[in-house]
């Protein structure tokens, strides 16, 4: 889905090179409230679409925010926020939208557990149920320095869903870890966008560097060693491995690492992250891809290491 308004990109070199946002010391009494409010409880949490929101958030001490997802049976909901810890930290809490401890804290158990990144804090929660689930994340300022009263953030949530014209099947991982000490991840999910139906993701790559997206007519699982990753595609004769990275149309899937993921530099992406795989494979023919055929993607990009590069895990699809 398209960013609605009033949140805006920053696509840029600059912005992904730089902290998601900027040290600063926030004067509690004078802080805006951001759009989104009054997400301020369980019973007014704001319903919000995959993508990226960016520059605008705050939440205080006193007024928390509230976010509503609804997560497809079998599906995945990630989400992750940026801010400066020197500022202030971030909790984030899961549960289901009819739990009586929504809207506790830390009280009780809650979906998932939370986890510290170097610029903010995530959450992954698996829906294993067969039918959706309402959930909703409760954002506060952490307990651990009640001196710190308020905080800027910015919120990157992804809700894939299973169901639609394609199944994704991940395989081939955990990739091995680049320079930034993490398994580059990736993740494809149904689209409404023009093309093949397919949306692919990435995240927790090196920021900074680039990379495109591959894919390949056979699998190879547990891969082999290309610089400092594993090539999950066969590389057999009988099989094709073709790269996204044509430039000037729809089959250049070229983009940068920044903190809300894996950005698009080419236009050929709906919410600015990942790819929108075309309806067409990236070859001289431009053969289709039809309904029945099974294609297999990873994602190549550079990195500080020895080898000088890396892949994420690789992903099946198969087209219905």
């Keep these: 889905m398209t960013m609605q308004s009033p949140f805006w990109w920053i696509p840029s070199t600059l912005f992904l090179l730089a902290s998601p946002l900027a040290a600063q010391s926030l004067d509690c009494t004078t802080l805006e409230p951001d759009p989104f409010e009054d997400n ?10 995959s993508g990226a929101y960016l520059g605008d958030l705050t939440v ?3 007024d928390r925010d509230f976010y509503r997802f609804t997560v497809p049976g079998g599906g995945q909901l990630f989400v992750n926020t940026y801010f400066d810890s020197e500022t202030a930290w971030i909790d984030l809490h899961l549960r289901a939208a009819t739990d009586p401890a929504c809207g506790m804290g ?11 990144t170097p610029n903010g804090r995530q959450v992954l929660w698996n ?12 954002v506060r300022i952490g307990d651990g320095d009640m001196t710190k009263n308020c905080q800027r953030y910015d919120m990157v949530p992804l809700v894939i869903d299973p169901t639609g014209p394609l199944q994704v099947t991940a395989y081939c991982g955990p990739a091995e870890p680049n320079s930034a000490g993490m398994s580059t991840q990736l993740t494809g999910r ?11 993701d990435a995240w927790d790559g090196p920021i900074g560097e680039f990379g495109y997206f591959l ?3 056979h699998p190879d699982d547990p891969g082999v060693l290309v610089g400092d990753g594993r090539l999950c595609l066969d590389t057999t004769t009988n099989a094709r491995i073709l790269r996204y990275n044509l430039s000037g149309g729809a089959h250049n899937s070229l983009g940068q690492f920044g903190f809300g993921g894996f950005y698009n530099w080419s236009g050929t992406s709906t919410t600015a992250f990942g790819f929108d795989v075309p309806g ?23 990195d500080r290491t020895p080898g000088g590069s890396n892949f994420s895990n690789a992903v099946a699809v198969e087209f219905f």
């Design 40 to 49: 301020d409880s369980c019973a007014n949490a704001v319903a919000v679409p």
């Design 60 to 62: 205080t001490r006193s």
């Design 106 to 116: 830390p009280i009780g158990s809650t979906l998932a557990p939370t986890f510290t």
């Design 127 to 138: 829906n294993v149920d067969s039918l959706p689930w309402e959930v909703i994340l409760e």
């Design 190 to 200: 149904a689209t409404s966008a023009p093309g093949a139906g397919l949306h692919l």
């Design 215 to 217: 894919v390949g007519t």
């Design 280 to 302: 067409t494979l990236p070859d001289e023919a431009l053969t289709p891809i039809v309904a029945g055929q099974t294609l297999y993607f990873q994602l190549w990009h550079r």
